[in-house]
């Protein structure tokens, strides 16, 4: 019988069945399936230092550069711990620079407004550049007219602070430390003193203060950022909605020193319970408005029950839709909405800071403490610890 495949066909069945085979052989093996990420992995959190200038004494400054899992970027120096940069998303995801500052590290040595710097050892003004403690009086130097404003002629914005970063598995940050001498700027004891930074992958940003000393002394440390959270040198903050949680404020007399009242804010242009622009509230008729030129006043903040923190403020920016929300553990709120900008420094945006540009909300004890025995003490004695802690956090709406 005659064989019905020729031999051309069997090679071309031989060719498809090789072809086949090497078909299948080419396809790869499926992978196996992935770890879980490390928690390493799983954060994005990063922190690097540079080096950001150099004291006329010779002195080297580093800059350090803390960025989270969100890409939220904070930018702080060992020269009086200040804050130059803070970037925070808006709405629509865009990281912008919420924070004034200045152009260059010499610019902050030369001309140095308090931007984002810690304030100490005493926040805010003490009046007549004096003040009392077990039957001494202490003189300290006379900054801001007759009275003692931020510490004196060098405060702690005005040193260089030990620097160590550190990273946790959702947060990093640095731990500046510092021993203020005992006489320094006029005030007693040997005061150590460590100011913790930690960003967080929350959006977070505190600030923990904690002090000791070996001679009795006063203490009140606090954070002098300034925001614009439209955007830094994105004009005036007047359109900025703020609601403070504080239903009293201490009024002062024409130096900006507390009177010794405390007041409630209704009727008046202090009143931020409900949110309001604030332009609403600087462009009145009103002699404490015009004592400050704006707001310059000391929130009495509504404490809870429990020791921890407390809403203090919350405002929002409605173009960006960027919220910023402040938690302390301190009794009173410096709100200053920027009335003293005049054009005059180099701003880090290239435009001049123009009144209003931006505004600081310094959380503290209350201004002149020391000389109004009804405030809250600021006292610190040897054996006793000073502890603060305050909270900025960003989100959107």
Not at 370 to 393: D, I
Request: proline share 7%.
């Amino acid at each position: 019988m005659k064989n019905e495949f020729s031999s051309s066909t069997f090679r071309w069945l031989a060719c498809v069945l090789l072809a086949t085979a090497l078909i299948g052989c080419s396809k790869p093996p499926p992978a196996p399936p992935k770890a879980p990420p490390t928690p390493q992995e799983k954060s994005k959190n990063t922190i690097s230092k540079a080096a950001f200038g150099t004291l006329p004494d010779g002195t080297a400054v580093d800059l350090f550069t803390m960025v989270n899992a969100n890409g939220m970027e904070v930018r702080a120096s060992n020269y009086g711990g200040i804050i130059t940069a803070l970037l925070v998303p808006d709405g629509t995801g865009k990281t912008t620079d919420v924070t004034l500052g200045l152009k260059t590290f010499d610019d902050y040595v030369k001309n140095p407004p308090y931007f984002g710097a810690i304030i100490g050892r005493y926040g805010n003004r003490i009046g007549k550049a004096q003040f009392k403690l077990d039957g001494q009086t202490y003189k300290l130097p006379k900054n801001d007219g007759p009275n003692t404003l931020h510490g004196g002629l060098k405060g702690f914005d005005k040193v260089v602070w030990q620097a160590e970063p550190f990273e946790k598995e959702d947060a990093v940050g640095v731990i500046f430390t510092y021993t203020s001498k005992d006489g320094e700027e006029g005030f007693p004891g040997n005061l150590q003193t460590r100011v913790t930074y930690t960003l967080t992958d929350q959006n977070e940003l505190s600030f923990d203060y904690h002090a000791t000393t070996d001679k009795p002394t006063v203490v009140n440390l606090t954070q002098h950022a300034y925001f614009n959270l439209a955007g830094d040198g994105n004009g005036d903050v007047l359109g900025h909605e703020f609601t403070i949680f504080a239903n009293e404020y201490t009024p002062v007399n024409k130096l900006l020193i507390p009177t010794g009242k405390i007041e409630s804010v209704t009727d008046t242009p202090f009143d931020f319970r409900n949110r309001v622009k604030l332009g609403d509230r600087v462009n009145v008729d009103n002699e404490q408005i015009k004592f400050g030129k704006g707001i310059d006043h000391n929130f009495v903040l509504k404490k809870r029950q429990q020791p921890g923190l407390t809403l203090a403020a919350r405002v929002s920016e409605p173009t960006t839709r960027r919220v910023m929300e402040v938690h302390t553990t301190e009794p009173g709120m410096q709100f200053y909405s920027g009335n003293f900008l005049d054009d005059s420094l180099a701003a880090k945006s290239g435009k001049p800071y123009g009144k209003h540009s931006g505004f600081a909300l310094e959380t503290q004890h209350f201004p002149d403490s020391p000389n109004q025995p009804t405030f809250p003490s600021t006292v610190l004695r040897p054996g006793e610890e000073y502890n603060s802690k305050t909270v900025y956090s960003f989100s959107v709406r």
